[in-house]
């Protein structure tokens, strides 16, 4: 399986922005969304088992990312609202044989798309 993100942009403080990412082929794992800004780690934000029956997020943005899939498209959202300065960064998304917050536990990674907010 290929993952392909997509979505990213520049835009201003307090919008929405949905990312996409795209699998080559239908999957049955798990998928997760990350992201990591310059000069940090590459960071947790969201997963969503095959069904879409249980999600994960990470508290820093819990009350403003969601996420979701469709199967039959073989695609993983990551809907981000209220964005801030704070969350520009390259967004991946990747795919695991389980739901988890633990990066290592992800052995399929898209190329990245980058989000950048401005003040």
């Known amino acids: 399986v290929q993952l392909q993100a997509s979505g990213g942009g520049l835009v201003q403080a307090g919008v929405s922005l949905g990312l996409s990412c795209v699998a080559s082929k239908q999957t049955d794992r798990s998928m997760g969304w990350f992201r990591q800004a310059p000069g940090k780690e590459r960071e947790f934000l969201a997963a969503?088992?095959?069904?879409?029956?249980?999600?994960m997020f990470a508290n820093s943005v819990k009350d403003r990312f969601s996420i979701s899939r469709d199967n039959a498209k073989t695609t993983v959202y990551l809907q981000m609202s209220s964005l801030k300065p704070d969350d520009t960064a390259i967004y991946y998304c990747?795919?695991?044989?389980?739901?988890?917050?633990?990066?290592?536990?992800?052995?399929?990674w898209g190329q990245g798309t980058l989000v950048t907010v401005s003040s």
């Open positions: 990747a795919a695991s044989p389980e739901i988890t917050v633990q990066r290592d536990k992800y052995d399929i």
């Open positions: 969503i088992n095959w069904s879409g029956s249980a999600t």
